[in-house]
């Protein structure tokens, strides 16, 4: 562990100005002593990009609507009216700008200005080129051995970095296991003093209403810093369509990683998640420590799709089961936890029995099913992350919400403003993200943010960007390469033109000659028949 304030370079500013926790630029003492993080746009260099309009620093402003009873505590946790424990103020964008300095665009915008909009699309691995899903695992394995440029984590509480922040305890991490990080940390319990003495009835991003608005940002996020790591800004995250899967097709050498000949709970040597380390996987051992995971790797990485308990999960979703949940009228109902009756979330995400909409206990169905039929590190919460397919289960969940917002088109009313748990009323802020979001401005359809699902495209758009889009991108990539080529082939063909032209008028100046020396040899059979009196002349 170590205290980090790190300046970044102008470059890597304009590059990778921030999305997530905790900013390089405020993770030090005096940040933690002032409370503000409000860094310097290198733009015009003033806070926030002031000077040129793109935000400003404000005060923030949390919600006081009252939570529902699973957590009955207050000021126990730094996580409790985020992001107040740390910082109180922070930079408020202006127009479609956004990022913790607003030296970024929102989602779905680009440009200098941020005033152009542009659609993404996530497609199905299934549908990838070989070439397109190397390239994809590729990315994931870069980000997972690059440091990340902007962000570090919190290594300790808030209580333990001193009143005036004298001690700040931040540490760098690979841009991958940020990620991995945040979804342990917005879902770990609640430190009460003494090892082992914790609350566990507690997760700011699962069992209520913001387990997927709240996903919707964390995908929008990893989806970004690819971009900026690789300068790829095509770049979308594939999703795995899971429907009536009877095993895990993703699991192969070639994808996601086959099943070791020499161990079944491991990675085949032969792909490249073999030799990664899982972090933030022990959670009885922080709870007994009272320390906050600090990325410190903690072995490989573990995965036996197929051999889960087959009491908690007994079969796997099925299309009938996405089309009753995506049916269910209802984002929330009755207590907003996993006890919830017809809930569409609680039904997706697994607490309630897709046939009835009921809350079932002991099982898990839909999205937790999945979780668990990996039986492995993707089947404990706080440490899921670390298995890549937790990024193409997600991004189909997140299209399964979309198909419900579509259907229903939900006023903003209908999600739950006041008494849903701690860290899921409307106006609560996700943990941990910094800018910050509100849970319920983005109960919205992801068009609204720049992005969309190729299966749920019109079969000619589908077409479009299933099958064209992909050899479009690729032109686009190598279009220097592609010109110059031309280039030289029309030079090409202009040579072989002319050696054409000139190798025609040659042989016809050649077959002249011929026919000229061939009419001299035939001179003396016409004078000989006119001698004979075959001249133009009558006998008269």
Not at 12 to 27: E, K, M, V, Y
Not at 80 to 102: I, K, S
Not at 246 to 265: H, I, N, Y
Not at 464 to 480: G, N, R, S
């Amino acid at each position: 562990m170590r205290s980090l304030c790190v300046s970044v370079p102008l470059l890597l500013q304009l590059l990778g100005s921030g999305l997530c926790q905790f900013p390089r630029l405020c993770a030090n003492s005096e940040g933690l002593r002032t409370k503000e993080c409000c860094p310097l746009w290198e733009g015009d260099r003033s806070a926030c990009g002031a000077l040129s309009g793109r935000g400003f620093c404000s005060e923030v402003e949390v919600s006081d609507e009252p939570n529902g009873p699973q957590y009955p505590l207050n000021g126990i946790d730094d996580r409790e009216r985020w992001p107040l424990a740390f910082f109180n103020r922070t930079c408020r964008c202006a127009g479609n700008y956004g990022g913790f300095n607003c030296g970024e665009c929102r989602f779905g915008y680009w440009g200098p200005a941020c005033a152009e909009y542009r659609e993404s699309v996530r497609r199905n691995i299934r549908t990838l080129s070989s070439t397109e899903q190397q390239k994809f695992i590729s990315y994931l394995n870069l980000a997972k051995n690059t440091v990340s440029r902007d962000y570090v984590i919190s290594t300790a509480t808030r209580a333990e970095m001193g009143e005036d922040g004298e001690n700040p305890m931040f540490s760098d991490i690979n841009t991958y296991d940020l990620f991995v990080w945040m979804h342990y940390y917005v879902s770990r319990d609640v430190f009460l003093g003494g090892a082992g003495n914790v609350w566990r009835d507690i997760d700011f991003a699962h069992e209520s209403a913001a387990f997927l608005p709240w996903h919707r940002i964390f995908l929008l996020h990893w989806e970004n810093e690819i971009r900026k790591l690789t300068g790829d800004f095509n770049f979308t995250i594939p999703y795995w369509d899971w429907r009536d899967a009877q095993a895990c097709d993703v699991c192969t050498d070639a994808l996601m990683g086959g099943r070791s000949p020499f161990d079944p709970d491991r990675i085949s040597p032969a792909s490249v998640f073999s030799s990664w380390k899982v972090i933030c996987t022990q959670p009885e051992e922080y709870n007994n420590r009272e320390a906050l995971c600090n990325a410190t790797g903690e072995g490989p990485l573990l995965r036996n799709p197929g051999n889960h308990d087959p009491g908690r999960v007994t079969r796997l979703p099925s299309t009938a089961d996405v089309e009753f949940v995506v049916g269910l009228t209802e984002y929330e109902t009755g207590p907003m936890d996993r006890f919830a009756n017809l809930s569409f979330r609680n039904t997706l995400e697994g607490f309630a029995d897709p046939e009835t909409g009921m809350a079932v206990q002991g099982q898990s169905t839909m999205h937790n099913a999945m979780h668990l039929f990996m039986n492995g590190s993707m089947s404990s919460v706080q440490g899921s992350a670390n298995d890549p397919i937790f990024l193409l289960h997600h991004s189909f969940i997140d299209s399964v919400f979309e198909r419900w917002l579509r259907l229903h088109q939900p006023p903003r009313t209908h999600y739950p403003r006041a008494n849903a748990p701690i860290g899921h009323n409307d106006g609560y802020y996700m943990v941990p993200f910094l800018p910050l979001y509100r849970n319920g401005d983005y109960f919205l359809s992801n068009k609204a943010l720049g992005y969309e699902y190729a299966y749920l495209l019109d079969p000619g758009q589908r077409f479009v960007q299933e099958i064209l889009t992909p050899y479009l991108q690729q032109a686009q990539q190598i279009w220097q390469w592609l010109l110059g080529a031309g280039v030289l082939g029309a030079l090409f063909a202009s040579v072989v033109a002319a050696l054409i032209v000139t190798v025609l008028r040659r042989w016809k100046r050649s077959q002249r000659r011929k026919r000229a020396s061939s009419y001299g040899e035939r001179q003396p059979l016409l004078q000989s028949s006119s001698e004979e009196g075959s001249s133009y002349q009558t006998p008269l």
